[in-house]
């Protein structure tokens, strides 16, 4: 159980152009989803909190005009990569807090590793 | 500011040996403490969660919590060559879900 899909698991794109990234919990239902971006040898970044039905809540220093948050379900957000560029080229991951548990793990997806040219 | 701490490594250890990876908070009020796996090029798995102080055992591994010293550990035995891979402490010192993460502790079982 606690299963995180994340699609697709690669992708590459040209400068300026937008790339969406999608999280499904298979088999449970996540009233909170979490996205992470961890470039290489650093730790996890969280970049935002997103809530069923809900706008994203952000951290600092993420802009949310840039990416964009929709948890539209309780088992599928995604992230949009606007107007990408190079330095937006990361693993992007997804977690997933299952809703009936009132524990708070996060089970992750598999990552989305973009890489902007 | 809310941390939690971790020695980055590599922590090399033998294989069929103990590995030992602590993790220490800044938080009191935490309740919730996790140790994931990541590998190289992977997201992160769940290993452990303890949320009481003492020993928690899972297979080969056990997690310790000392709230009253604020430090959390895990602890693999009978190590393998496998189990080299980073291990993040993560630790929920609210109500809101979020975890804070600890940069991760680079673990190396030599054969």
């Known amino acids: 159980g606690a299963v995180v899909s994340q699609h697709p698991s690669w992708v590459i794109c040209k400068s300026g152009t937008s790339v969406k990234i999608e999280c499904r919990s298979l088999d449970f239902q996540a009233t909170t989803m979490f996205w992470y971006r961890q470039f290489p040898k650093q730790s996890l970044m969280l970049m935002a909190t997103?809530?069923?039905?809900?706008?994203?809540?952000?951290e600092q220093g993420v802009e949310k005009d840039k990416f964009l948050i929709n948890h539209a379900s309780l088992t599928l957000s995604t992230l949009t990569v606007t107007s990408a560029h190079p330095e937006d080229s990361s693993f992007y991951i997804c977690s997933a807090r299952e809703r009936r548990t009132s524990t708070d793990t996060q089970y992750f997806g598999p990552g989305t590793r973009l890489t902007v040219l | 500011q809310k941390e939690v701490e971790q020695n980055s490594g590599p922590l090399s250890v033998p294989e069929g040996a103990i590995a030992s990876l602590n993790c220490t908070y800044s938080?009191?009020?935490?309740?919730?403490f996790f140790w994931y796996r990541q590998y190289s090029g992977k997201s992160p798995e769940l290993i452990m969660s303890i949320y009481s102080n003492g020993d928690k055992e899972d297979g080969r591994f056990t997690a310790q919590l000392n709230k009253a010293s604020q430090y959390v550990s895990l602890l693999i035995r009978d190590s393998q060559p496998s189990d080299s891979a980073t291990y993040l402490c993560?630790?929920?010192?609210?109500?809101?879900?979020?975890?804070?993460w600890g940069a991760g502790t680079k673990l190396i079982i030599k054969p």
């Open positions: 938080d009191r009020v935490s309740q919730s």
């Open positions: 997103s809530n069923e039905g809900s706008k994203a809540t952000y």
């Open positions: 993560a630790v929920n010192p609210g109500s809101n879900y979020q975890l804070i």
